[in-house]
């Protein structure tokens, strides 16, 4: 049976968000155009979907159910939003549902709150009279709205719409903005002439930490108002704790609306719902914000090289693709920030692919401070070294702040029988224990906890504890300096207090003297009273087998020596290491970005590692080992037939870490000069099993700049 044009009549493809894989039929008599937000039947309860396209159907009209609500378009523009969810499979090569997803969650809580109509201007009499007669339930809703705008069910919405007797309820734009901020700075006028010149295209603004880059993206967030629009500013889910919140709500009132997961879930909708009504238009948040139904004039990526704008689970996102594509599509300016940009987007700029914006002085010609190094290997057993240690006592009798930074939890990081040397592994993962305090063990991958094996569980020989985290640091720092008021902040500390936003308030508001922490402590405060800043172990993250390693150990060494001496105090650093001739270690001192830049990334176009050549990574997981080998070197081979001598294929091989939460992991990487070719290479393994037994993931590098 061919389809013909009375069966597409009024007939929408939605994908549900936890659905089919593919999209289902419904009817839907109003107007919904692809991209567009609706709420279905969907087994025994409803679902909210996206229409992806319009008829024909599949099945015979008659069984299909109709929508329930039209709730309007997705990201506040229905063009753009399946532009978004088209672009999302075809870059992650992922599912429909996958891809419409995080649009999905961005329409939560308000999906009760269907579109709002009101009368139009005027009533034929005629009209009026006709529907009163014919159409009596339409008459009565009509009369309904007479008292001000209202919520239609969608047939009589659609019904009264297409006479012309309702139209859409417009909420009045939202009150301007209270303005005000300090006078910029001639080098923030400087950095704000370039970036208004360049409106529409996409610039890094390469800014030391304290150089007042808040300042330049609010006033571009007024130029944006002033234009009609509205603004997208991402930050690191850290950041956004009471002190940008702040900031930005009294720059900009009611109309901020905060995303962000932790502000609960009633102040999460109340914001969505301030944003499809109009009555918000600056939109705060993490990587899912990215998602936000805004028209953004501008769009800002704050601290851009920050691994959390990375979803970690299907659909792999990266935050800055996907404000991108909007952005190349609404023509808005985009602002990515950051002291020490990922490699990819600096590269990107120096080509001129896009636009650079420097900001290389920190406010009030403020000097950055300075680093010395202490070299490990000459202190053996010492978590202190005599640099350190006086940096810190000077700056206690000075009555100011420190800042140590170890980015491992925990008090000993490994156990290790003296016996016969075996480790205590998680029983969910191949990861050796931490020891914690209280005599607690805990897998820093899955999270597992127990009490701590007294004796070696294989040979009941003593069990050695290794190595230092950052509880153990905390109490050498109570030891070592007595009567210091030492505060502790990692995920540990938080889970037990009420979050990080206390621990940052208390040390801020001068109720400590020494703040021991992971890298949370590196990011997003600002703390005027720390001085000094010392970095327990620089090297910690060097050994990783990512290719990425040595840039992130250099991000973390200039953010966290960028925190000592933002105020009007000078700040200090002491970075404790085993390699202080490493790359990292050796231009953090320095505090030189470009240098470092110029030498890493000439090793990877050496190497042929991103940005000079792409990855990908195919992952398979599963409960048992031996089908999960199988299903690797099965697919492996057929990815080298898929390649044929296109791409390289290094693999199969047991993941760098081979076991996590009770599943087994293979993986093989596809490596070659040119992302479309890897896809098309992977596109060739659909479909992907994907189950509790089996699964597969295709990960892109996700660093990278287009
Ligand atoms: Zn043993
Ligand atoms: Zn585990």
């Not at 000592?564 to 290491?577: D, K, L, S």
């Amino acid at each position: 049976m061919s389809p013909n044009a009375s069966d597409a009549e009024g007939v929408v493809q939605v994908v549900l968000g936890r659905g089919p894989l593919i999209p289902l039929d419904y009817l839907c008599p109003g107007e919904a155009p692809p991209g567009t937000l609706v709420r279905v039947p969907f087994r025994r309860g409803a679902a909210v979907g996206l229409v992806v396209a319009r008829g024909p159907a599949e099945v015979p009209r008659e069984r299909l159910r109709p929508v329930l609500d039209v709730i309007g378009p997705a990201l506040g523009d229905a063009g753009e939003a399946l532009f978004v969810a088209e672009a999302m499979r075809r870059r992650y090569l992922c599912s429909w549902p996958q891809a419409v997803a995080p649009l999905l969650s961005c329409a939560h809580g308000f999906v009760p709150e269907a579109a709002l109509w009101e009368a139009a201007a005027t009533l034929d009499p005629d009209a009026l009279d006709r529907l009163r007669r014919r159409a009596p339930r339409q008459y009565e809703a009509l009369a309904a709205l007479g008292a001000g705008p209202g919520r239609l069910p969608a047939t009589l919405s659609a019904a009264l719409a297409g006479k012309g007797l309702v139209r859409r309820y417009e909420p009045p734009r939202p009150a301007p903005p209270r303005g005000g901020g300090p006078r910029p700075t001639p080098a923030q006028s400087e950095a704000l002439r370039r970036l208004r010149e360049g409106r529409g295209g996409v610039h890094l603004l390469f800014g030391v930490t304290g150089s007042g880059k808040t300042e330049i993206y609010f006033r571009l967030i007024e130029d944006a108002l002033a234009a009609g629009r509205g603004a997208l500013l991402l930050v690191p889910e850290i950041a956004l704790t009471a002190q940008l919140v702040d900031l930005v709500q009294a720059r900009f009132g009611p109309r901020a609306a905060v995303l962000h997961s932790a502000v609960g879930d009633a102040a999460r909708h109340s914001a969505l719902r301030r944003l499809h009504e109009g009555r918000a238009d600056v939109v705060v948040g993490p990587r899912s914000a990215a998602f936000a139904p805004v028209d953004p004039g501008v769009v800002i990526v704050d601290e851009q090289h920050e691994q959390s704008y990375q979803q970690e689970e299907a659909p792999r996102y990266h935050a800055q693709d996907v404000v991108l594509w909007r952005a190349a599509r609404r023509g808005a300016t985009v602002v990515l920030g950051s002291a020490t940009p990922d490699l990819g987007t600096f590269q990107a700029a120096r080509e001129g692919r896009i636009g650079l914006v420097e900001l290389p002085e920190r406010i009030g010609g403020r000097p950055l401070p300075e680093v010395r190094l202490a070299d490990l290997r000459r202190w053996p057993g010492r978590i202190f070294s005599p640099e350190l240690v006086r940096m810190v006592q000077e700056s206690l009798q000075a009555g100011q702040q420190t800042i140590l930074l170890l980015n491992r939890r925990g008090f000993h990081p490994s156990m290790v029988c003296t016996g016969c040397g075996h480790v205590p592994t998680c029983p969910q993962c191949s990861v050796g224990l931490s020891y914690h305090e209280g005599g607690e063990a805990v897998c820093h991958l899955c999270g597992w906890r127990g009490p701590a094996p007294r004796r070696c569980p294989e040979c009941r020989g003593p069990l050695r504890l290794l190595g230092t985290g950052t509880q153990r640091v905390a109490q050498a720092a109570r030891e070592t300096w007595p009567g210091a008021r030492v505060l502790r902040l990692d995920r540990d500390a938080v889970q037990q207090r009420d979050g990080a936003e206390r621990v940052y308030a208390a040390f801020r508001g001068g109720q400590a003297d020494i703040l021991v922490g992971t890298q949370m402590v590196a990011k997003g405060f600002d703390f005027p009273l720390v001085t000094a800043v010392g970095v327990i172990v620089a090297d910690i993250g060097l050994g990783q087998p990512d290719y990425r390693a040595a840039e992130r150990t250099f991000q973390l060494l200039m953010q966290v020596s960028g925190r000592a001496g933002r105020a009007e105090h000078p700040g200090r650093a002491v970075i404790q290491c085993y390699d202080p001739d490493h790359p990292s270690v050796r231009f953090a001192l320095r505090h030189d970005y470009l240098g470092f830049a110029e030498q890493e990334l000439e090793e990877r176009r050496r190497g042929g590692y991103p940005p000079f050549g792409e990855l990908l990574l195919i992952g398979y997981s599963g409960m048992e080992e031996q089908a999960v080998a199988d299903l690797a070197r099965r697919r492996t081979e057929e990815l080298e037939r898929l390649s044929g001598g296109r791409a390289r294929v290094l693999g199969p091989a047991p993941a760098p870490i081979p076991k996590a939460q009770g599943r087994y992991r293979w993986q093989t990487l596809l490596a070659g000069r040119r992302r479309e070719t890897l896809r098309a290479i992977a596109a060739g393994l659909w479909p992907l099993a994907d189950g509790p037994d089996l699964r597969e993931a295709l990960i892109f590098d996700p660093r990278q700049f287009r």
